[in-house]
């Protein structure tokens, strides 16, 4: 694949404002009917989108986590299930980058610059908690090692070129990345994901039988947690952009709705519902529960920023917190502006065969994916008595 490169956060922001419209007119009969975005997928990776946070000294845009954020905001205010399906690519490429040794840089910096994709294999099903992997990495005589396990909710891997597997090392349990090449023998992606929505982010299974994988594509992923760290932060992040992105795109298509297709109701006396003055209050209640959440999720992503040029155990914490503020709040607004907008539209906006639904589908599948109730703990622990927030990947 011969992908552009994207040269500044400038650049990266007009390329994803495109796309985004390009993706929008198609959305609702891709979540319809299932049918899995590969052609938009591949226009993603043609387009540079995924290769913007690749370092400058490897030939990247090196963009600014806000501009990032903003990336997938933009996306998700057309697809929701297309601004999900990278979300890990540019976790596990962040995690390249701080976990990587040199060559292991420059060799996965090329391959995405090249247009090639990250997917993810790291949930698994059946165990206490989140942190429970019991896919197991053993190493072999000739110093390479082999991989057995079954990951679920592996967002991305069926569109992958390159899967990163979460898994125990034999012997001492540390948890590392194992980048295995989609077409491995003995790696088997099933597209098995049948949620209510972000129906095609092809969420499904990962099976791994006796997969080989090479030392120089192992990375040590337990050093990530050992000291101040940003991994969660902007894995967070990204995922309060999505939501925001949900909130902002059910919002305008309520307000399209209502301007063209909505009845006014007889008591109101008014030709057009858009004229109503109960229904233009909701509607400026629910702009500022978005324009709240855009103010949060950018907030955020500087607090992020700031903290990755100078990093210390306060500056990740400040960081944390920050994107958690953003990411309660984002899941709240699109929960709520997503129900809403049957409440503003009318009857009419129920039909099935108009899928307004899709947008609350999506909001209240994404916003499931871990608890905000945890993020308002830490947030009021912080805030009473400067208790930084543990250090794992949802923080």
């Known amino acids: 694949m011969n992908a552009h490169v994207i040269a500044d956060d400038a650049e990266a922001l007009t390329v994803a404002a495109a796309l985004a419209e390009e993706f929008r007119p198609g959305a609702s009969a891709r979540d319809a009917g299932r049918r899995l975005p590969r052609a938009e997928v591949d226009r993603l990776s043609a387009s540079g989108l995924l290769a913007v946070t690749v370092p400058a000294a490897h030939g990247g845009a090196e963009v600014s986590r806000e501009t990032l954020?903003?990336?997938?905001?933009?996306?998700?205010?057309?697809?929701?299930?297309l601004a999900q399906i990278p979300q890990n690519h540019f976790v596990y490429a962040n995690v390249i980058e701080r976990q990587g040794n040199e060559e292991q840089r420059t060799f996965f910096y090329a391959e995405l610059l090249a247009g090639r994709r990250l997917g993810n294999a790291q949930s698994?099903?059946?165990?206490?908690?989140?942190?429970?992997?019991?896919?197991?990495?053993?190493p072999l005589p000739d110093g390479s090692y082999v991989l057995n396990g079954v990951k679920h909710y592996a967002t991305g891997a069926l569109y992958a070129d390159w899967i990163p597997?979460?898994?125990?090392?034999?012997?001492?349990?540390?948890?590392h990345v194992a980048c295995v090449p989609r077409d491995a023998p003995g790696l088997t992606v099933l597209d098995d994901w049948d949620g209510m929505g972000q129906r095609t982010t092809a969420s499904g299974t990962v099976r791994l039988v006796d997969v080989r994988v090479p030392a120089d594509r192992v990375l040590p992923h337990h050093l990530t947690f050992e000291g101040p760290q940003l991994h969660g932060a902007v894995a967070q992040l990204l995922h309060a952009a999505i939501d925001t992105g949900i909130a902002g795109g059910a919002l305008a298509e309520a307000a399209a709705f209502v301007r063209t297709k909505s009845r006014p109701w007889f008591e109101s006396g008014f030709e057009t519902a858009a004229e109503d003055p109960l229904l233009v209050q909701r509607f400026g209640e629910l702009a500022v529960r978005v324009r709240a959440s855009e103010a949060l999720l950018r907030e955020a992503a500087r607090t992020v920023d700031r903290a990755h040029a100078g990093l210390t155990d306060d500056s990740a914490a400040e960081a944390s917190i920050a994107v958690a503020v953003a990411k309660a709040h984002a899941a709240d607004t699109a929960v709520e502006v997503t129900s809403a907008l049957f409440e503003v539209a009318g009857t009419r906006s129920a039909l099935d065969s108009l899928n307004l639904h899709r947008y609350w589908r999506d909001a209240r599948t994404h916003t499931l994916h871990d608890p905000v109730r945890?993020?308002?703990q830490h947030i009021g622990r912080y805030v009473l008595g400067g208790v930084r927030p543990p250090r794992h990947g949802l923080l």
Not at 69 to 81: G, I, K, P
Not at 124 to 138: C, N, P, S, Y
Not at 165 to 175: I, K, M
Request: glycine share 4%.
């Open 374 to 376: 945890w993020k308002i």
């Open 124 to 138: 698994e099903a059946g165990t206490r908690h989140v942190q429970d992997i019991r896919t197991r990495l053993e």
């Open 165 to 175: 597997v979460l898994a125990r090392a034999a012997g001492n349990d540390d948890l």
């Open 69 to 81: 954020a903003e990336v997938f905001r933009l996306l998700a205010t057309a697809d929701a299930s």
